[in-house]
């Protein structure tokens, strides 16, 4: 079992930044498959990041390339979202989600066997 717990969510201004973490528990990070999914009001849940267990590259959904940035601290077991140049479309809650295992870039939310709470980033116009 892995557990996850996200923070860092608010509520800030269009180009503005916000930093959000994840930490996990139950199993040690380097075992799992990390990503980061969102979902709008009214919207199905979308991927947005993620990090390959294998060489620790990155993927990156097109809304958000260039603008943030997924990292993780294994010693921490911490995922981190890095979201610069933020726009009222980025508003969504923010879920951090973790596979065991694997070796490839996983964007679908049913790759993921477990998920954080969410945590909710509004960006104001």
């Known amino acids: 079992q892995v557990q996850l717990v996200e923070s860092g969510g608010g509520l800030v201004q269009a180009g503005g930044a916000l930093r959000l973490s994840c930490a996990a528990s139950?199993?040690?990070?380097?075992?799992?498959?990390m990503g980061w999914f969102r979902q709008a009001p009214g919207k199905e849940r979308e991927f947005v990041a993620t990090?390959?267990?294998?060489?620790?590259?990155?993927y990156y959904a097109d809304s958000v390339k260039g603008r943030f940035t997924m990292s993780r601290d294994n010693a921490k077991s911490t995922v981190y979202l890095q979201m610069n140049s933020l726009k009222p479309e980025d508003t969504a809650i923010y879920y951090c989600?973790?596979?065991?295992?694997?070796?490839?870039?996983?964007?679908?939310?049913?790759?993921?066997?477990?998920w954080g709470q969410g945590t909710q980033v509004t960006v104001s116009s």
């Open positions: 990090i390959r267990r294998s060489d620790g590259s990155r």
């Open positions: 989600a973790a596979r065991s295992g694997g070796s490839d870039y996983y964007t679908h939310d049913y790759e993921y066997n477990y």
């Open positions: 139950g199993r040690p990070l380097s075992s799992n498959t």
